[in-house]
C-alpha cells in the first residue's frame, strides 16, 4: 500500500552496497548488506510485496485446455514435433513480418510458371516462414496441376470456393498455427501460404478486426479477400492429416485415379513416351511402383553449370539429362505424372520445389530433393521444428533433401547468432560445412549449451525493495525465448544458495526486470547469479558456471 500523498518520501538510507565484476561472458555481483542500516520507515510502511513467478507453461495450457485471453485459439497445440504455443492474436501485424500481398504476377489466381534450364545449384535463398511448428522450407505458396502446349503451368480449375473456419483436429492429424501479414485490396483475393494440400482452417482471428473471406482454388492454393484497403494480421490454426507428410501410396488400380485424370496436350505425347521409356515405367505396371520408380528417377538429378540441351524442348532436355534442382525435378516428374496418369500438383515457395501425388483418397507430399545450399531465414527458437513421419521412399548417397536445408540453416543460424548472413540466392557458391545428421526427435535438436549473461544491474541495492537486472538467455546464439529466470545469492549464510526472485526472457531471449531483496535476508556479502532451467528448446544455465 502507497503512504499518504501528503506524507513525505524520505530517502532511505541504503543499506546493500554493490561492487560488479565481469569474468568472459559471465557476470557476478557482491551484495554486501551494512549491519548498521535498517530498514527504512517507509519501507515498513509499504508494507509486504508479495511477488510469486509463474513461468508460462504450455503443457499446462494443453492439459487444461486453456484459450487466448480473446478466447479464440487454444493457448498451445501439442504435436509430434512438440509443443507450439499460440501467436497473440491481439497483437497488430509486425514490422518485421513479411507481407502477402496481390503485388506481382504470381500473387493472384491467375499465376503461372516457366520452366528453365539454369540447372545450377542456388545458395542462398531468403524464406519466409509464418508457421508452428516450422514448416521450413516447405511452406505451400503456390501450386500448378496443368500443363500449357508450351511447358508453362497453370491452375486448371482457377474458381475460387469459401474455406470456413469450422474445421475440427481429428485423430491422425497434425495441428499448426500460422501467423500472416497480409495487405488486403478492396474485393481482390490475395494469395496465402498454408502447410500442405487439403488444409483445414479450425480457428481464425483478424487484427485489427476486418471482415475477410479464405478461399481456395482447383490445385489447393488460399486467398484471402476483405471488402477494404488495411494491413491485417491472420493469426490461424490448422490441421492436416500427418500421412500428407511421409507416407506410402496407396495400392490402388489406374481405375480409380481415371476419374481424376484430364486431357493433357498432344504434342507433349511423342517426349512423354520417351521419358517414361528412360524411366522404365508403364500402365502395365501398378500405379504406387510407377511412382517410386519415378521418386527414385527424379532424386537421382544432379545440379550442373552446363544447361541441358539437345532436344529442342525442355521436358526432354532436363528430363533425360537429369540435370537440375528441385524445380527442374518437380517439373518433369508433374508432366510425366500427368501424361500416365497420375494426379500430380508441383508446389513452389521462394526456397524450395516439390510434388504432391493423389491416390484417390490422400494427397502425398514428396519432395525430389534439389535443395539450395543454404536459406536465408530469420529462425524463430520459439516454434518447435516440424518433424516429419519418415520418409517411404530411398535417398541416393548425395541427398539434398529439402528438410536437410532446413536443418542446415538451424545449425548455421545457431553457430553464427541471430544475425546471420543475408543473401540474394542467386548465384552458386562452395559447400558450407555438413549438415548434422537427420534426427526425427526433437530433442535432439535441443542446443548443448546455454549461456546466460548479466548487462546490467541496479548499483543501489535495498533489502525489501526492487533489484532490477537485464541480461540475455542464449544457446549456441540463438535466442532462449520464454524461459524462466532465477536470480540467486550465495554466500556464508545460505552457502547452498536462496532463489529470492524469478524473471522470464522475452521473444527475443532477454530479461530486464525486477525481484524484491527478501527483508529476512542476513546482512554479510553474497554472490549473486542468475540461471535459468531451461526449457525442451534450451538446456539448464547459470551465470557463474558452464552449462551443462
Not at 552458386?428 to 546490467?456: F, G, L
Amino acid at each position: 500500500m502507497s503512504p499518504p500523498a501528503a506524507r513525505p518520501r524520505p530517502a532511505p538510507p541504503p543499506d546493500v552496497s554493490a561492487s560488479r565484476r565481469r569474468r568472459g561472458g559471465w557476470a557476478r555481483s557482491a551484495l554486501v548488506f551494512a549491519l548498521a542500516c535498517a530498514v527504512s520507515p517507509l519501507a515498513d510502511a509499504q508494507g509486504s510485496l508479495l511477488h510469486e513467478f509463474i513461468a508460462p507453461d504450455p503443457a499446462e495450457d494443453v492439459s487444461l485446455a486453456t484459450t487466448t485471453l480473446d478466447g479464440g485459439l487454444p493457448a498451445a497445440i501439442q504435436t509430434p514435433s512438440g509443443l507450439a504455443t499460440a501467436p497473440d492474436p491481439q497483437r497488430p501485424p509486425s514490422p518485421q513480418q513479411q507481407v502477402y500481398s496481390n503485388v506481382g504476377s504470381d500473387a493472384g489466381p491467375e499465376a503461372s510458371y516457366e520452366p528453365d534450364r539454369d540447372t545450377r545449384r542456388p545458395n542462398v535463398e531468403r524464406y519466409d516462414d509464418p508457421f508452428s511448428p516450422a514448416t521450413a522450407p516447405f511452406k505451400r505458396l503456390q501450386a500448378y496441376d496443368a500443363v500449357r502446349a508450351d511447358y508453362s503451368l497453370v491452375v486448371r480449375e482457377r474458381s475460387l470456393k469459401t474455406v470456413k473456419a469450422d474445421a475440427a483436429v481429428a485423430a491422425g492429424d497434425e495441428a499448426f498455427y500460422g501467423d500472416i501479414a497480409v495487405d488486403l485490396v478492396p474485393n481482390e483475393p490475395v494469395r496465402i501460404p498454408t502447410v500442405g494440400p487439403d488444409t483445414r482452417l479450425v480457428r481464425m482471428h483478424v487484427n485489427p478486426d476486418t471482415p475477410v473471406v479464405v478461399l481456395r482454388d482447383g490445385a489447393d492454393n488460399w486467398f484471402v479477400r476483405g471488402t477494404k484497403s488495411a494491413r491485417v494480421r491472420l493469426v490461424v490454426q490448422l490441421a492436416i492429416a500427418r500421412a500428407t507428410f511421409g507416407s506410402e501410396f496407396a495400392d490402388v488400380d489406374w481405375a480409380k485415379l481415371e476419374r481424376y485424370r484430364a486431357p493433357q496436350e498432344a504434342s507433349h505425347e511423342a517426349a512423354f513416351r520417351q521419358v517414361a521409356q528412360a524411366i522404365g515405367i508403364s500402365t502395365a505396371m501398378r500405379p504406387r511402383d510407377v511412382v517410386q520408380k519415378m521418386v527414385e528417377y527424379f532424386r537421382s538429378f544432379a545440379p550442373s553449370d552446363d544447361p541441358p540441351k539437345g532436344h529442342g524442348d525442355i521436358y526432354l532436355d532436363l528430363a533425360l539429362s537429369r540435370k537440375g534442382v528441385c524445380r527442374h525435378r518437380a517439373f518433369a516428374f508433374l508432366v510425366t505424372a500427368l501424361h500416365i496418369g497420375l494426379p500430380s500438383r508441383m508446389v513452389v515457395n521462394e526456397a524450395h520445389a516439390w510434388v504432391e501425388v493423389f491416390d484417390g483418397s490422400l494427397w502425398h507430399r514428396i519432395d525430389l530433393g534439389g535443395a539450395a545450399l543454404n536459406m536465408d531465414q530469420e529462425i524463430d527458437p520459439s516454434r518447435p521444428p516440424y518433424v516429419p513421419p519418415p520418409d517411404p521412399y530411398s535417398w541416393p548417397e548425395q541427398r539434398d533433401s529439402g528438410q536437410d536445408l532446413a536443418d542446415r540453416a538451424r545449425a548455421e543460424q545457431a553457430q553464427q547468432g541471430p544475425a546471420g548472413p543475408a543473401g540474394t540466392g542467386s548465384s552458386p557458391a562452395a559447400p558450407p560445412p555438413p549438415p548434422p545428421p537427420p534426427t526425427s526427435d526433437p530433442n535432439e535438436r535441443a542446443a548443448e549449451r546455454t549461456d546466460v549473461v548479466v548487462t546490467a544491474l541496479d548499483k543501489d541495492i535495498r533489502r525489501g525493495f526492487p533489484l532490477r537486472l537485464q541480461g540475455q538467455v542464449s544457446s549456441n546464439g540463438a535466442p532462449c525465448a520464454h524461459v524462466r529466470v532465477d536470480v540467486i545469492l550465495t554466500g556464508s549464510s545460505a552457502p547452498q544458495g536462496v532463489t529470492v526472485g524469478s524473471l522470464s526472457t522475452d521473444d527475443r531471449g532477454r530479461y530486464d526486470d525486477a525481484v524484491i531483496i527478501p527483508r529476512d535476508v542476513a546482512l554479510g556479502e553474497y554472490d549473486l547469479a542468475v540461471a535459468t532451467p531451461g526449457d525442451a528448446r534450451c538446456k539448464a544455465g547459470r551465470t557463474d558456471t558452464a552449462a551443462p
